[in-house]
């Protein structure tokens, strides 16, 4: 799967579309994930797919149906970079040990100030500010090293406005 990750990956080199995931399903389906700075709209899916097509073809690549779709709004955080991109936003993490007898928190993402997505680095600090029952925010300090798992956590509102 790495060779799959590495030869997608190196197929969209060049474009300013970033690959999320690529995933082998069942009955062949071979799913790419895909991300846009400005979102993913279906003709980034059409390029990225027909793109694809072309490559796995000449690299033979064994699949049935090929899948390229957006990370949805729970995307995955998977680098430094995303950490620093997504910023300021909603975003459930899971740690490696547990703190406080808690390994999964939600909460506002903050990346230090002088960080960008060109200089940030395993060392960075991140906080994860967390709203208590109370109203008061406790501020959860970490690295990326300490993340098993993250991904964004938007709030949704299917009720709309009350007039």
């Not at 399903?25 to 895909?34: D, M, T």
């Not at 230090?112 to 109203?135: H, I, K, M, R, Y």
């Amino acid at each position: 799967m790495a060779d799959i990750f590495a030869l997608t990956q190196e197929a969209l080199l060049g474009s300013d579309i970033e690959l999320i995931d690529v995933e082998r399903a069942p009955l062949g389906v071979l799913r790419v994930v895909i991300d846009h700075p400005e979102g993913v709209v279906i003709d980034h899916c059409e390029w990225v797919s027909k793109q694809l097509s072309r490559v796995f073809e000449v690299e033979n690549v064994d699949y049935a149906r090929l899948e390229v779709s957006s990370p949805g709004i729970d995307r995955p955080l998977r680098t430094l970079r995303d950490f620093v991109r997504f910023a300021g936003a909603r975003v459930e993490l899971r740690f490696y040990e547990a703190v406080d007898n808690q390994k999964v928190f939600k909460g506002v993402l903050i990346s230090p100030e002088d960080v960008t997505v060109d200089n940030v680095d395993a060392d960075t600090q991140f906080v994860l500010e967390l709203e208590q029952a109370s109203g008061n925010v406790r501020d959860l300090t970490f690295t990326f090293d300490e993340v098993d798992r993250a991904k964004l956590d938007p709030v949704l509102d299917f009720k709309g406005r009350k007039r």
